[in-house]
């Protein structure tokens, strides 16, 4: 399965009154999870932006597992879970300093155009995409088995 890493240094900011991370951080660290997986599959999420096409979340689910603290340091492991064409869907995994999952989520996206938010085939517009992130989900399948 293709698996993208990335480790990131928990900050004070990021933590809330009990002293834990609050909850809202991890849809960001889920986004530099993601951003971190479309690069290592050597794109550039900025640079479609640039064509006119945006990605916006549709749907994101999030389930909190173990607390993570100040200081600690998180990795966060992102691949492609589902993918059609014109959707996808990543999951992610959150693993806290003593490598227990602090977080399992998931978050779901459609391309569109920023001029008018309609969904645009990624096979056509984007061709490199499509088959770097039907590999992806090929060797997603194949570890399955």
């Not at 971190?36 to 599959?41: A, Q, Y």
């Not at 979340?57 to 492991?77: C, L, M, N, T």
């Amino acid at each position: 399965m293709f698996i993208s890493s990335k480790k990131i240094e928990v900050r004070y900011a990021e933590t809330d009154q009990m002293g834990v991370v609050y909850h809202a951080n991890y849809l960001i660290w889920m986004e530099l999870g993601r951003t971190k997986l479309i690069e290592d599959l050597g794109f550039n999420y900025a640079e479609m932006e640039k064509d006119g096409v945006l990605s916006p979340v549709i749907d994101i689910q999030a389930s909190y597992k173990h607390p993570v603290r100040y200081g600690e340091e998180v990795e966060i492991k992102t691949w492609i879970a589902e993918y059609d064409g014109i959707r996808v869907t990543y999951h992610y995994e959150v693993y806290n300093s003593s490598e227990e999952i602090a977080l399992i989520g998931s978050s779901k996206h459609v391309c569109v155009k920023k001029e008018n938010f309609r969904p645009i085939a990624i096979k056509r517009m984007f061709p490199e995409w499509h088959e770097a992130y039907k590999n992806a989900m090929a060797k997603s399948e194949s570890a399955k088995r």
